[in-house]
């Protein structure tokens, strides 16, 4: 028992129960699909009763083939908001999803009234309907419910950690400080009344403070499970978001340290120590962790378009039958035959934020096959992470290395690629679960397990693959010549 951790990790499309050991062993898991609700055009919901209980159902699971564990840590989905009774405990609207762009109005309004380089200097983050706080006012200005409960001092909002860790405990209202600095309702800065809310803040979103739950480290002793739940009063001990979860789970711990997530789209995160980060770039700033009340930062940038372009070409364009023959395809020629694929098919995101750009490919001619085209489709993320990398180094993070993990980093010649044109080593790692594996590391921490993330890393981390740059400047200046040109061109 006493070398058992259980991560609930809340993703967006599915939840999950993992139990590790503290050598980093997956011992089981357990996975739930989650319903996604879409009730208008740019609308995104979940239900949060159904998170808490598809993910309990796979903690009881696991715990079911593993037997009693140490500490539970929670990993989740981030921005995506919950409303909630604090005294029923049940959710009072269907929660917000992150992806939901219903608030985009609201935040224009507030662009528009010159709102966002105060926002972007005390919060690290942009005006979008990505971030918590427009969702929460929508709830509070739409959905009766919850205005109701407001007015009782009933109401309770949060993050789904905070939704999940309230249920598990019977009643701790809490966040970590990586999920609140999420919201654009948390300063980047800890300041000297604390580590907490920015009153103005939440009178420019108009958020009621009451209802907004605590803000603590990411590890520590937050109240145990209720042992209806899991059988047993198993300490809570670590919280984190996805993203810094995964940073923490790849061993990002020092200053430069950076990762890179492959799935849908593409996450980015440096390590950027104590210092707030500034972005003249467009990058977000945000915080990594805070532990016995010290915060650690990463600036964090994502591109919108990664696996979900291989997707697009196997789907829509039927040029594939399967992501993973894209390695082969792509080994098959030299090089693309000078086509450049630019996938903006959904805008572009950092550091260009070109929401009205739209997808090129251009450079075809008659001796242009289909392996080419897919080349050119691989060759996109390298190329689009050389661009984040330039925003990095603008904005002073200057990476030493790169870490990588998602679906689409199990490619070997996307993992060389970035290696080529980022000329930097690239590490990805055996065990491709970091975001869980941060999650236990933190857990591990909180429950006295590991002294420190450091010797948490050292214990829990695997194997890692290492990809070395092999290419010659020439050749990379010629690719980067013909991406910038049709970046331009868009
Ligand atoms: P998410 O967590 O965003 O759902 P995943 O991390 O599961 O995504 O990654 C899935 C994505 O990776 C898909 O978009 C898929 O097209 C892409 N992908 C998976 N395997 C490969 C591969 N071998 N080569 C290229 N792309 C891949």
Aim: with cysteine.
């Amino acid at each position: 028992m006493g070398d058992l951790i259980l991560v609930l990790d809340a993703g967006t499309t599915s939840t999950r129960a993992m139990v590790f050991d503290l050598a980093g062993g997956l011992r089981a898991v357990a996975q739930r699909a989650l319903a996604q609700h879409y009730p208008q055009p740019g609308w995104v919901e979940h239900d949060a009763a159904e998170i808490w209980q598809a993910t309990r159902a796979c903690a009881r699971e696991v715990l079911a083939e593993t037997g009693p564990v140490a500490c539970i840590g929670i990993t989740n989905q981030r921005e995506t908001v919950v409303a909630w009774d604090k005294l029923s405990g049940e959710p009072l609207a269907r929660a917000l999803v992150w992806q939901d762009r219903r608030t985009a109005d609201a935040c224009t309004a507030l662009r528009e009234a010159g709102h966002e380089p105060a926002i972007q200097e005390k919060t690290g983050l942009l005006l979008d309907p990505y971030f918590s706080a427009t969702k929460m006012r929508w709830l509070l200005d739409h959905a009766p419910a919850v205005q109701a409960a407001a007015q009782a001092g009933r109401l309770a909002l949060g993050t789904v950690e905070s939704w999940l860790a309230f249920k598990l405990t019977g009643g701790a209202h809490l966040t970590d400080a990586a999920n609140a600095s999420r919201t654009s309702l948390l300063p980047l800065a800890a300041t000297s009344s604390g580590a907490s809310w920015d009153e103005g803040l939440c009178d420019l979103f108009r958020v009621p403070r009451l209802a907004l739950p605590e803000v603590v480290d990411n590890a520590g002793a937050f109240g145990a499970a209720l042992p209806e739940w899991l059988g047993a009063a198993i300490p809570l001990t670590g919280l984190a978001g996805d993203q810094q979860s995964a940073t923490i789970g790849q061993g990002c711990l020092a200053p430069g340290d950076t990762k890179a997530t492959y799935g849908t789209g593409a996450f980015v995160l440096a390590n950027m120590g104590e210092t707030v980060p500034r972005s003249r770039y467009r990058l977000l700033g945000t915080v990594l962790y805070q532990l016995g009340g010290a915060r650690h930062y990463a600036l964090e940038g994502s591109v919108f378009v990664a696996g979900s372009l291989v997707q697009w070409l196997r789907d829509a364009l039927g040029l594939i039958a399967s992501a993973a023959e894209t390695e082969a395809l792509a080994r098959s020629v030299p090089d693309t035959g000078s086509v450049v694929i630019v996938p903006a098919l959904s805008g572009l995101g950092a550091p260009h934020w070109r929401p009205e750009a739209r997808a090129s490919i251009t450079g075809a001619t008659f001796a242009t096959t289909r392996a080419h085209v897919v080349r050119a489709a691989l060759e996109a993320m390298a190329l689009q992470t050389h661009d984040l990398a330039d925003a990095f180094a603008g904005d002073g993070a200057r990476w030493t290395s790169l870490r990588i993990d998602g679906g689409m980093s199990a490619n070997d010649w996307i993992a060389q690629d970035l290696a080529d044109m980022l000329d930097l080593t690239v590490e990805r790692p055996a065990f491709v679960e970091t975001t869980a594996l941060g999650a236990a590391m933190l857990a591990g921490v909180g429950a006295g397990l590991f002294a420190s993330l450091e010797e948490a890393a050292s214990s829990m981390r695997g194997e890692v693959s290492r990809f070395v740059p092999r290419m010659n400047d020439a050749e990379r200046s010629a690719r980067l010549a013909l991406w910038h040109r049709a970046l331009a061109k868009l």
